[in-house]
């Protein structure tokens, strides 16, 4: 039985997807629906998930949350999807609505139906996900190679579509060189992505991240913790700094409320570095060199 179309949400979507409304056909082909696609609300299981959809884990905490939403006030935003060869309709957009949606006992389910083929659903299912936060990063960096590899994508075209810039597409993909047990920790949301790229290229990544998780590290320590591992002459230079070296450069950071080192070089000899962080610090320092001696 058909239905009236529902009233839809317009969600706010970057260029990249803007571009994909209206070329979902071939020059001389009549479009079977509109560019903006057709609303209608269709039986829940003629639906079925995509095999090109990026997104693989699903939390259950959160489906049970989105569930238990969808029975109090409905499903507010359709799913976007396209029709299967075998019949029924494959999902683009919207998997996990779609799963809090089983659960919430709906039969029925608002969608859009769009024409698209496999590399355009694969385009809007990024740039939906991505701008909606769905995606993991090493969901986001696999949708990314699948583009590249399937449809022969480059980063800055790939960065275009979906409105990141080249170096996020560039870093994200890296993500995809770590260990299997890494990539799990990321998309068990036991490490971010910024705790991910300090890992990139480390033989002991592993270890590494086993020990991040087991103390909870935050990406700054973790930052930290890899610098030291590549400059210890570095880090062993810090630790034998001496407790009246420590004491003095309390003393002066205390006093000035600026960070200061003492790096101490052959002999008697070192050199004092004192950090300020913007041009109003830098003329206190002056004014307060200054005044000391008289000026």
């Not at 700054?220 to 030291?228: D, F, G, M, S």
């Amino acid at each position: 039985m058909s239905s009236a179309p529902l009233p839809v949400q317009r969600s706010r979507l970057g260029r990249g997807l803007a571009s994909l409304i209206g070329e979902t056909t071939s020059v001389g082909q009549q479009p079977r629906l509109p560019p903006e696609g057709e609303h209608k609300v269709v039986a829940i299981d003629m639906i079925a998930s995509s095999a090109l959809n990026p997104r693989k884990d699903f939390d259950e905490e959160d489906l049970t949350e989105l569930a238990e939403s969808i029975r109090q006030k409905g499903l507010v935003q359709p799913i976007i999807v396209r029709a299967a060869e075998a019949g029924g309709y494959e999902i683009v957009a919207g998997e996990r609505r779609w799963r809090a949606a089983q659960r919430a006992g709906m039969h029925t389910i608002p969608v859009i139906i769009r024409d698209l083929n496999d590399q355009e659903m694969l385009e809007l299912a990024i740039i939906e996900n991505v701008q909606r936060s769905d995606l993991n990063a090493i969901e986001e960096a696999s949708g990314y190679h699948d583009l590249m590899d399937r449809f022969s994508y480059t980063q800055e075209r790939l960065a275009e579509v979906i409105g990141k810039s080249r170096s996020h597409v560039a870093n994200t993909l890296r993500l995809l060189k770590l260990p299997d047990k890494v990539r799990t920790f990321v998309r068990e949301g036991k490490l971010t992505a910024g705790h991910a790229r300090a890992l990139v290229g480390r033989e002991d990544a592993e270890a590494l991240a086993d020990r991040i998780v087991a103390r909870d590290m935050n990406v700054r320590e973790v930052e930290a913790l890899v610098h030291a591992l590549e400059n210890p002459n570095e880090g062993r230079g810090k630790r034998e700094k001496d407790a009246d070296t420590r004491a003095f450069e309390k003393e002066l950071a205390d006093s000035l409320g600026l960070k200061i080192e003492i790096k101490r070089g052959s002999g008697e000899s070192g050199v004092l570095q004192i950090k300020y962080g913007n041009f109003d610090q830098l003329d206190y320092l002056r004014l307060r060199i200054l005044g000391a001696n008289g000026g």
